[in-house]
């Protein structure tokens, strides 16, 4: 079975730090891309940050320069490094793995459950 879980979050105050991870199984790893998600209470869900297959990244304009992705093959996990946080980072995130030869098809990807990240002071 497929699943994705996420762990790191919590409450930190503004200019902090936190790591959050995911651990997948039931896939390939090696062949989904990995995002991280998030939702604000009353907003849609946004894309943060994806990593492809081969190592490219990209970011929402919001944490670039603040937040890292990065992914380890070995040990089927996916990490976003999160730095200098504000308070509109304050968001439940999701971990996402998208099967790369057929991206975008509903039923061949998987959804974390999300993790709490709140900051405030």
């Known amino acids: 079975q497929a699943q994705l879980v996420e762990s790191g979050g919590g409450l930190v105050q503004p200019g902090d730090s936190l790591r959050l991870s995911c651990i997948a199984s039931?896939?390939?790893?090696?062949?989904?891309?990995m995002a991280w998600y998030r939702q604000a209470p009353g907003k849609q869900r946004e894309l943060v940050a994806l990593i492809t297959v081969g190592g490219t990244t990209n970011y929402t304009d919001s944490v670039k320069g603040r937040f890292a992705i990065s992914r380890d093959n070995v040990n089927y996990a996916v990490y976003l490094q999160m730095n200098s946080l504000k308070p509109e980072d304050t968001a439940v995130y999701y971990c996402h793995a998208d099967y790369a030869p057929i991206p975008s098809v509903r039923g061949l990807d998987v959804w974390g459950k999300g993790t709490l990240v709140t900051v405030s002071s």
């Open positions: 039931g896939i390939i790893f090696e062949n989904y891309a």
